[in-house]
């Protein structure tokens, strides 16, 4: 599939450094936080796509068999969003070291159909923009 690579990142925690001393991380926690709209790093929403492929990072001392489970329940409650047709994908690594100022946290890349939404508005606004000849003098002067 060459023409489908557009990744979607997301980080959790998304607190602010003061706050944290007052909140208990937990791998369930940054796993729900992780797949969350919120915590995607672009304007789209994961649930009006499905994943074709994700992968998690999770960094700090955690367990490997939790990690799993908590994986596990997420592909197992929310199979509508990812796609039947390629199995186990779903992947995940653990890095012991800890982000500093974190104790831990999770990263989050996934290819995911929702795309097609930033693609859509990116489109409908550069035709907005074209129709009415903004910024076109600087594509002109350059040779376009």
């Known amino acids: ?18 706050s944290q001393q007052y909140r208990s991380l937990t791998v369930p926690e ?39 489970e908590q994986l596990l329940n ?6 509508a ?16 070291v800890p982000p500093k100022g974190l104790k831990m946290s999770a990263g989050f890349v996934g290819n995911s159909t929702c795309m097609q939404e930033i693609m859509r508005r990116v489109a409908e606004q550069f035709t907005a923009m074209f129709r009415r000849k903004a910024f076109l003098h600087w594509y002109t002067g350059e040779g376009m």
Request: aromatic share 12%; net charge positive.
């Open 1 to 18: 599939f060459p023409r489908l690579h557009f990744f979607l990142v997301g980080f959790s925690p998304l607190t602010a450094r003061g």
């Open 74 to 79: 997420v592909q197992k409650k929310n199979s």
């Open 81 to 96: 969003y990812f796609v039947e047709w390629i199995p186990n994908n779903l992947k995940c690594g653990i890095c012991d």
């Open 30 to 68: 940054l796993t729900q936080q992780m797949f969350d709209a919120k915590n995607m790093m672009a304007a789209a929403d994961p649930r009006h796509g499905r994943y074709l492929t994700a992968c998690a990072l999770f960094r700090g001392r955690m367990s490997p068999k939790e990690v799993d």
